[in-house]
């Protein structure tokens, strides 16, 4: 850390000396803005070309810009996707603020350009961040006719999906857990719907979203691989909007537009009915389940006045899935936020947030004899102010803080009727956790720029709770426990904190071209408990405590970004290295459920994580999309004080979520005026799995025998999806769209978990189980007036 610092001290000394004499050459002044559509909604990730220089900047996600030039005369051409591309004259003798605004596009007959905006901003230090177009969105093959964002994010470079029927994703080789997966800022603590083939975000509100993947603001915490920054529409100013989409198992209807002048308002919501398909298989245990959800969003914004505006976001679902004679899931997403935008002036901003996220679940047993409801959860409550500055010192500058709450309910289990089972419940988890932080982003020249920031955290495990002393030198289980301390409630059990330090810099190469490279770290003070590669129901969510660490990672990253003058291209290559501390696994025959001494089950380690991701898009034309190929590793290290407190012998050995070889390719061509044609292919390498080379016989039984943690591999996954989309009415006040999509195109069986069977007198056979082996053809229609 010292040598970090000491290093980047002499870099920016060395980048001062060397920029110094050109920036005092000419008076440069601060050009900023903001970028809408008329009806007064920001649009995040506008481009804003600037000539002469040609010189292109992106719009951040409040839809804000800055940047310093000299005194002159300049042309401004902004664009978005969908809009009409705008222009404006700026004689630059004077800081300036700007308010652009932009008009929805009506598209002709006769076009057949499509244009996507550029997701690489290469004049900034930005890096590891791609930002996707809503529109774009709805062109890619959908599952069950809803096109879903975790989908689309797992096609990125560095990101990959948890698998067939899960609603998790892995980036750079962390776990499903460490992803922070916000809703108009609100965490998520489950982000799937009918165990991940839809996703909690409903696609006809969307505004933007953006993963974070390195180089990640010091505004940004909570999670140690990734950040996915999903906002909601706010509602025009114009006139009321209605959109309806129906499919064979999913409908949905939403609602845009003003109440008043000065409020606005939109409504969603979303149901899904599959059970009538379920009962068209043959299997009786398919035929007898049955399977639903629902949800619904409400989004509020009050314009006080110019400089004030109040906005509400708040968001409920609840799912519901029944095997025929045995189990019954049970789960609810309950989330809110309360927002303050507060305009100080043309250089600073804040916002005051209020959040509120409660994810709650059950699992009913319903098997004669062995009925039961087990009930667990977390409760997430969150006050925070954000500042954004943008200073006449070529800077742009983000700080604040905030307190974070948190509540989870381990796990209560209830029987009832003719079950034998005894009644059990854990304690609840309770932990505060207060941030504070400032990022800093700093032109040197117009060639050099850094950013530099830090984070302080601190976290406080409090009562009341039961703590478990066990015996030295002997392993932790039950069995060892010699002694319990109680902590009275509000009590402190344990404290962690730290600093994270972040910092990035850019060189551009030429108005089209860079290198950045940039260092950071993160903490994490929430694990997900599982025994399973993604998020499910009935995981459960574990804070940090005396026995548990935080997880730190530290990432290094170098890429080359390179965007074409016309933004028809742009290419970007990036290598990353990351050290993993406190990695949590499991002992062989952990017990995870109902388990009052966890700790005595899970163990901690070391991890390494590298890779190197290329990504080439094209954004102009009547064929765009983007191909990326990513390389990387995911490496553990378990070595207890005991072997029992070990795996496999201490030695390295490849994660869960460990995927060498990842290739997406996503192509989108527009066949007419009216219809498009979409693909996407996807090919990972198989994920590690523990393999049976031998058997024995225990009792008359014969059991599988497994040599080690992770030391072969599931068949490698790939996958063809296909859509053919039409436009009904394009341009006109009552809008149709359609589309039929297949899912799984060549009908490939990919492995969602493998398994091993011994006949006597013969070697052990493998056998895989896939979720989706044939292929699903699926058809929607959304009206929009």
Not at 51 to 74: C, H, Q
Not at 179 to 204: Q, R, T
Not at 495 to 504: H, K, S
Not at 735 to 741: F, L, N, Q, V, W
Request: hydrophobic share 35%; charged share 20%.
């Amino acid at each position: 850390m010292h040598r970090f610092a000491i290093s980047l001290t002499l870099l920016l000394i060395i980048c001062l000396l060397c920029s110094g004499s050109a920036i005092g050459q000419e008076r440069h002044y601060e050009l900023s803005g903001t970028v809408t559509s008329q009806s007064g909604e920001t649009l995040p990730g506008a481009y804003i070309l600037i000539n002469p220089g040609n010189r292109t900047i992106s719009a951040d996600d409040r839809g804000r810009f800055s940047v310093s030039l000299p005194a002159g005369e300049y042309t401004l051409q902004y664009q978005y996707l969908g809009m009409e591309q705008g222009v404006q004259q700026v004689d630059l003798r004077r800081n300036m603020n700007l308010r652009l605004q932009m008009k929805v596009k009506a598209t002709g007959l006769r076009q057949v350009e499509i244009i996507a905006r550029p997701s690489t901003d290469v004049n900034s230090t930005n890096m590891g961040s791609t930002y996707m177009d809503v529109k774009l969105l709805t062109k890619m093959p959908a599952l069950l006719g809803e096109v879903d964002v975790i989908r689309s994010v797992s096609s990125l470079p560095g990101v990959v999906n948890a698998g067939e029927g899960t609603g998790g994703f892995y980036v750079r080789g962390g776990s499903a857990d460490q992803n922070l997966v916000l809703l108009d800022d609100v965490p998520v603590f489950n982000s799937a719907h009918l165990f991940g083939f839809f996703s909690v975000y409903n696609p006809d509100i969307l505004k933007s979203y953006t993963l974070h993947r390195s180089g990640i603001s010091a505004k940004y915490g909570g999670r140690i691989s990734s950040i996915l920054d999903v906002k909601l529409e706010e509602g025009n100013t114009e006139r009321m909007r209605f959109k309806a989409g129906i499919s064979p198992v999913s409908a949905k209807f939403s609602m845009e537009g003003p109440v008043t002048q000065k409020l606005s308002i939109v409504i969603a919501g979303r149901a899904a009915y599959p059970t009538y398909l379920l009962k068209m298989f043959n299997s009786d245990n398919i035929k007898n389940s049955s399977a639903d959800f629902y949800d619904v969003n409400v989004k509020a914004k009050y314009r006080v006045n110019e400089n004030n505006s109040l906005t509400l976001s708040t968001y409920y679902s609840a799912d519901n899935f029944k095997f025929p004679y045995d189990t019954t899931y049970n789960w609810t997403n309950a989330l809110g936020s309360l927002k303050w935008d507060h305009q100080f002036n043309s250089n600073l901003s804040s916002t005051v947030t209020l959040a509120k996220s409660v994810y709650d679940n059950n699992v009913e047993g319903i098997a004669i004899g062995e009925e039961f409801n087990l009930n667990s959860g977390i409760d997430f409550e969150q006050a925070k102010v954000d500042f954004w500055y943008t200073g006449v010192n070529n800077n742009t500058m983000e700080f604040g803080g905030g307190v974070s709450n948190y509540t989870i309910e381990p796990g209560k289990l209830e029987p009832y009727g003719t079950s034998s089972l005894n009644p059990r419940i854990l304690q609840r988890d309770n932990g505060v956790e207060y941030h504070a932080y400032v990022n800093d982003e700093i032109r040197l020249s117009p060639k050099l720029s850094v950013s530099l920031g830090v984070r302080y955290s601190n976290f406080s495990k409090i009562g009341p709770t039961d703590v478990y002393l066990y015996e030295n030198g002997r392993p932790r289980s039950e069995t060892s426990i010699t002694d319990t301390l109680v902590y009275e409630d509000g009590k402190k059990v344990q404290t962690y904190q730290g600093f994270e330090p972040r910092a990035a810099i850019k060189y551009s190469l030429n108005e089209h071209s860079s290198i950045k490279a940039s260092y950071s770290r993160s903490r994490q003070y929430i694990q997900l408990v599982s025994n399973t590669a993604a998020i499910t129901p009935v995981d459960v969510w574990k804070l940090s405590n005396r026995y548990l660490r935080p997880q730190v990672a530290d990432q290094w990253s170098v890429g080359y970004f390179r965007v074409e003058q016309d933004n028809s291209y742009e290419f970007s290559w990036e290598v990353y290295y990351k050290l993993l501390h406190n990695q949590l696994d499991y002992k062989d025959g952990a017990v995870l459920v109902l388990n009052p001494a966890l700790e005595a089950d899970l163990l901690h380690g070391d991890g390494v994580a590298y890779g190197s991701e290329w990504m080439v898009k094209k954004n102009k034309g009547r064929l765009n999309g983007w191909l990326s190929l990513t390389y990387s590793r995911a490496l553990r290290k378990i070595a207890g004080d005991t072997p029992q407190e070990t795996i496999n012998n201490g030695d390295w050995y490849p994660a869960d979520y460990d995927r060498p070889l990842n290739l997406n390719l996503f192509a989108n061509y527009q066949l007419w005026p009216k219809w498009t044609f979409s693909s996407n292919f996807t090919y990972t390498s198989g994920r590690p799995m523990a393999s049976s080379d031998s058997w024995y016989r225990y009792y008359g039984h014969i059991f599988a025998n497994y040599t080690g943690r992770n030391q072969a591999r599931m068949p490698d996954y790939h996958r063809l999806d296909v859509a053919l989309n039409y436009d009904f009415n394009q341009g006109k006040k009552v809008e149709y769209t359609g589309s039929i999509s297949v899912y799984n195109l060549y009908s490939r069986r990919n492995a969602y978990s493998a398994f091993f069977r011994h006949y006597y007198g013969s070697p052990v056979q493998g056998y895989k189980l896939a979720v989706i082996g044939v292929p699903i053809p699926s058809v929607n229609l959304n009206v929009k007036f």
